[in-house]
């Protein structure tokens, strides 16, 4: 296997360990299949195919650790699956021969992946723009410059050829895209105006999570968030804070994690500790995930270079919960 994968070791789907003294003598497969909840027979897998070296040389199944040992670990992708195109209604805020912007509904998967091969909104788009959608995604992606995630709804631009998806590459890395997001949390927010800076990765015992990660022998990303309270609501059900905010980077589930680090977890987010409030208990027609809307995103067009910003309303759903909110709150 080249060498090239294992300089990406920053991506979300890398990781890298550090053997604690306690464990010299482990086997490597036995130390992974504890460390990241997988089984034997993965971390075998994932050994005989390349995927693990260990102080930056391959390994093999039967190595036996030593403490300060360095353990780099690569996730493979899932097996790609060719998007197949479906008229499935699209909500589109702009569109024109470079980009289209569209307002995601809350349930969507953006792209298929292993075992779901349809209703995402690859789908949607191949059937809407035909072949005019960039091939840098590939067949699994095209078009996709960004994600946000299934249950949380609002705006992605999506490219329509090759040039547009880098230049938004591009922009998207230098920060240079501005994404404004609106969302319930759970509690009373004291300060008016704040800002998350904390890093994100993989969550160390459950692979499908993110988490704030201090420890430096795992790997984990810059991620920062500022926010800022639009309201406050103090029901009989609960307390809960109306925010905004704005992303100064884009890891995975980044608002989700770093609201929830700071005591103050989406409405509605069960895997990050929002889930089955009083509030959602009285209100599970109006919940589906966590509350959280992508609202308003800027950026530099492609080929006009303009700067254009495009919004979206709320989804019918979140107006509901804040006007009972607002009925039903005191004063704070």
Known sequence: MSDKIFDV?????????MVPDELSGERIDRYLSDSEGISRSMAVKLIGSGNVRVNKSPSNKNYKLRAG?????????????EAVAEDIPLDIVYEDGDIIVVNKPSGMIVHPATGIYSGTLVNALMYHCGDSLSGIGGVIRPGIVHRIDKDTSGLLVVAKNDEAHE??????????????????????????????????GRHPSDRKKMAVVTDPSRTAREAITHYEVMDRFDTPQGRFSYVKCVLETGRTHQIRVHMSSIGHSLLGDCVYGGGNTKFEQSNRHLINGQCL????????????????????????????????????????
């Open 9 to 17: 070791i920053a991506s979300e789907d890398a990781v890298l360990l």
């Open 69 to 81: 040992d360095e353990i780099q670990l690569i996730y493979p992708e899932p097996e790609p699956c």
């Open 167 to 200: 230049f938004l590459s591009g922009q998207l890395k230098t920060h240079d895209v501005s994404r404004v997001y609106h969302a319930i949390a759970i509690g009373n927010i004291k300060n008016d105006t704040g800002s998350v800076n904390k890093p994100i």
């Open 293 to 332: 809307h992508a609202k308003e995103l800027s950026l530099t067009h492609p080929r006009t270079r303009e700067k254009m910003t495009f919004s979206c309303e709320l989804p019918q759903g979140m107006l509901e919960i804040l006007e009972k909110m607002r009925k039903m709150s005191f004063d704070i």
